[in-house]
């Protein structure tokens, strides 16, 4: 049985920085799209950052692109969030997430879920 456990969350103050990171089982990291979710209070829970290809390909949801950096280094079976200029609305609960459905990464719904890391930003 795989497991996906995220680490890394916690308060910071908007325009802080933070890094989740997410340490996967080999059998569910190898070959895989791995992707970080996030749901805020209220709201659906929403992709955030994908990555595939040995690291090669990422893909950002348009909220996080240019502040947000998704890698991931397949030697560790580990994936990586660097978050800079952390904004109140990314307060909310971040999943690490594993696919291998064989869809296009940045569009799966993925199969496999870590427990989630809490991430709160404050004013």
């Known amino acids: 049985q795989g497991r996906l456990v995220e680490s890394g969350g916690g308060s910071v103050q908007a325009g802080g920085s933070l890094r989740l990171s997410c340490t996967a089982s080999?059998?569910?990291?190898?070959?895989?799209?791995m992707a970080w979710f996030r749901q805020a209070p209220g709201k659906e829970r929403e992709g955030v950052a994908y990555?595939?290809?040995?690291?090669?390909?990422?893909y950002y949801a348009d909220s996080v692109k240019g502040r947000f950096t998704v890698s991931r280094d397949d030697a560790k079976s580990t994936m990586y969030l660097q978050m800079n200029s952390l904004k109140d609305e990314d307060t909310g609960m971040y999943y690490c997430t594993s696919d291998d459905s064989g869809a296009r990464c940045p569009e799966v719904h993925p199969l496999y879920w870590g427990q989630g890391t809490q991430v709160t930003v404050s004013s």
């Open positions: 080999r059998v569910l990291f190898n070959n895989h799209c």
């Open positions: 990555v595939w290809n040995f690291g090669l390909s990422t």
